[in-house]
């Protein structure tokens, strides 16, 4: 069985036993990741991204540090991104109910409009720092025992599954697991 079934399958049995909402703000540690995670950071600034009030996971972003003036999701910083053209990111999300991660290479880059950033996903970085922190992060992940899986290939709806809540589309096992 891959990885992306195991990831299926969990999700299935976790649906039929309930959620993990509350557990997961009472009980887990926010930044229980960063120590495995914050080594060899030079030239690279850390994001942590987690709420457990909305997410099933721990959430990351790791970006090219092009010395901003301005905190990074301030307008300021948008209006000094799109002067540049772009920036380069890693996402990463480690699953918080299961042993499953993704990481991705991503770039804001100014839209054609030139008012707006639109985010794009990447098959490699012009930033060799990023580029070596993306393999380094999927090595020392992969040693804790966690499993790279495919966010496109978890876009499968759980089976027999009641989800009176929820519009169809938005539920699927990614949304499950990481969301």
Not at 65 to 90: C, P, Q, V, W
Not at 93 to 113: D, G, H, L, V
């Amino acid at each position: 069985m891959n990885s992306n079934e195991r990831a299926i399958n969990f999700v299935n049995r976790s649906l039929k036993d309930g959620d993990y909402g509350y557990v997961l703000r009472k009980y887990v540690k926010g930044n229980q990741w960063n120590s495995y995670l914050l080594n060899n950071m030079e030239g690279i600034v850390f994001k942590p991204m987690t709420s457990f009030e909305y997410a099933r996971c721990f959430s990351y972003y790791f970006i090219e540090d092009i010395k901003l003036e301005n905190s990074f999701f301030s307008d300021g910083a948008t209006r000094e991104i799109m002067e540049r053209g772009y920036i380069e990111f890693i996402s990463l999300q480690i699953s918080a109910i299961s042993p499953f991660f993704i990481i991705e290479k991503a770039q804001y880059q100014k839209s054609k409009e030139g008012i707006s950033l639109d985010l794009t996903d990447l098959t490699e970085f012009k930033n060799e720092k990023l580029e070596k922190k993306y393999e380094e992060l999927i090595v020392v992940l992969t040693k804790q025992k966690l499993v790279l899986v495919n966010k496109k290939e978890l876009k499968k709806v759980p089976l027999d599954i009641p989800l009176e809540d929820y519009e169809p589309e938005e539920v699927n096992c990614l949304s499950y697991l990481f969301e």
